[in-house]
């Protein structure tokens, strides 16, 4: 039986009003800059840590597999909020922008295309389509935003025209396309885990739109990779 519109839609006012409170959130972190986003930061990887935990307590563990879990979920969640912190403040919103534009390209393409599901056990609404739709939106994305940056920075003294067509542009749009598959990733990630969990959603900490770990999930093996790069670990 098909859902009618007006109940698979009935909470989007709430959506609509919690993503407008985060991103103004969000903004005015950005807007103050310094111990404003560090604050943001740390509160975003506690909060995510404590579903993560969460999340692994509702499992049928043993006690030292469950250690084991909680130890992996400081790791990852620690590490991609430390590597957050140490990046330039400039290349956050960069980051960001690659993981909305993998989420947004994929949901467009997903939905516009359909076809082969990459892992219906883990992700039933996950795409080839949507995967390589997400991997140009970022590629794009990533191409078009170097190219604006260097020209703003007025050190080449290229237009962005010209930057477009430069040979790291190709750089760019790899990088990218390769950054989508890593949000991808952290997507499968956390629905694997909530999965195993037979939870629907990280928790119920944001209105309409479940957990901070449900929002971020693709954002954290994100900014491990830009985060190590950075720091030429890679």
């Excluded at 909020?81 to 922008?97: H, K, M, Q």
């Excluded at 997507?187 to 928790?203: H, P």
């Excluded at 985060?227 to 670990?233: A, K, P, Y």
Aim: proline content about 5%; glycine content about 10%; aromatic content about 10%.
């Amino acid at each position: 039986m098909r859902v009618p519109l007006a109940i698979r839609t009935s909470d989007l006012p709430k959506r609509a009003a919690s993503a407008a409170v985060m991103l103004a959130v969000v903004a005015l972190a950005f807007w103050v800059g310094g111990w404003a986003v560090t604050v943001l930061i740390v509160a975003v990887a506690a909060a995510c840590l404590w579903e993560w935990q969460r999340m692994v307590r509702t499992r049928s563990l043993s006690t030292f597999a469950k250690a084991i879990w909680f130890a992996g979920g400081v790791l990852y969640i620690g590490l991609a909020a430390w590597l957050l912190l140490e990046l330039p403040l400039d290349a956050l919103p960069v980051i960001i922008g690659v993981v909305i534009f993998t989420d947004s390209c994929a949901y467009f393409a997903g939905r516009t295309f359909g076809g082969p599901k990459i892992a219906p056990r883990i992700s039933p609404s996950k795409t080839w389509a949507g995967l390589l739709g997400g991997m140009l939106g970022a590629a794009l994305f990533l191409w078009i935003i170097m190219a604006v940056l260097i020209a703003a920075d007025g050190e080449t003294g290229q237009g962005v025209g010209e930057l477009l067509l430069a040979p790291m542009s190709p750089v760019y749009a790899a990088a990218g396309a390769v950054l989508a598959v890593a949000a991808q990733a952290g997507d499968f990630f956390e629905s694997w885990m909530k999965r195993k969990a037979a939870m629907k959603d990280s928790s119920n900490l944001i209105p309409g739109h479940g957990g901070v770990f449900d929002r971020i999930d693709g954002l954290l093996p994100v900014a491990i990779l830009v985060g190590l790069s950075f720091m030429n670990f890679l």
